[in-house]
């Protein structure tokens, strides 16, 4: 299992909020096949011509003290204060990563607040963006970059 991203919102979600998100989620053809319960889901993907099993992305919301501290720190030193951490996870094919990435960011459209990943460094993601604006270092996952992006900044990597 890989966790390629996690988002910290500063909007608390309990499951009734969460039950609510994925409604909101599911309108997108991007989000794939939704089976969830309670504060967890699970985002099945596949063509049936390709894919002979199906490709799944599980996304769990947490408590934001349970994210890396170092980009807790980098978010506080900005002034935000994250209430909740919904983490995106894969069972690590490239296939999975890039469908994770896309749901990355249809929650981070419902949700606002900053994704935190090492599935991009902070050079990669100036690099596609073509500047540094939303973007924060962030030393997570030991010797990893990675980096923290703002969701207004996540449109232009994921669009």
């Given at each position: 299992?890989e966790?390629?991203?996690t988002?910290?919102?500063?909007?608390?979600?309990?499951?009734?909020?969460?039950?609510?998100?994925?409604?909101?989620?599911?309108?997108?053809?991007?989000?794939?096949?939704?089976?969830?319960?309670?504060?967890?889901?699970?985002?099945?993907?596949?063509?049936?011509?390709?894919?002979?099993?199906?490709?799944?992305?599980?996304?769990?919301?947490r408590p934001?003290?349970?994210?890396?501290?170092?980009?807790?720190?980098?978010?506080?030193?900005?002034?935000?204060?994250?209430?909740?951490?919904?983490?995106?996870?894969?069972?690590?094919?490239?296939?999975?990563?890039?469908?994770?990435?896309?749901?990355?960011?249809?929650?981070?459209?419902?949700?606002?607040?900053?994704?935190?990943?090492?599935?991009?460094d902070?050079?990669?993601?100036?690099?596609?963006?073509?500047?540094?604006?939303?973007?924060?270092?962030?030393?997570?996952?030991?010797?990893?970059?990675?980096?923290?992006?703002?969701?207004?900044?996540?449109?232009?990597?994921?669009?």
């Amino acid at each position: 299992m890989e966790v390629v991203a996690t988002l910290l919102t500063d909007m608390p979600l309990d499951a009734r909020a969460f039950r609510g998100l994925l409604v909101d989620v599911s309108r997108s053809s991007l989000a794939g096949a939704i089976a969830h319960d309670g504060l967890e889901a699970t985002h099945s993907f596949g063509e049936a011509e390709r894919d002979s099993d199906a490709r799944d992305v599980q996304v769990r919301c947490r408590p934001a003290n349970t994210a890396q501290r170092a980009a807790l720190t980098e978010l506080r030193k900005q002034g935000f204060e994250p209430a909740t951490a919904v983490v995106f996870i894969t069972s690590g094919d490239a296939d999975s990563r890039e469908d994770a990435w896309f749901l990355v960011g249809l929650y981070a459209e419902e949700l606002r607040g900053w994704v935190v990943t090492s599935y991009l460094d902070f050079d990669e993601a100036a690099e596609r963006m073509g500047n540094d604006e939303g973007l924060l270092h962030a030393p997570v996952g030991g010797k990893h970059k990675g980096v923290l992006i703002a969701a207004s900044a996540l449109r232009l990597l994921t669009g």
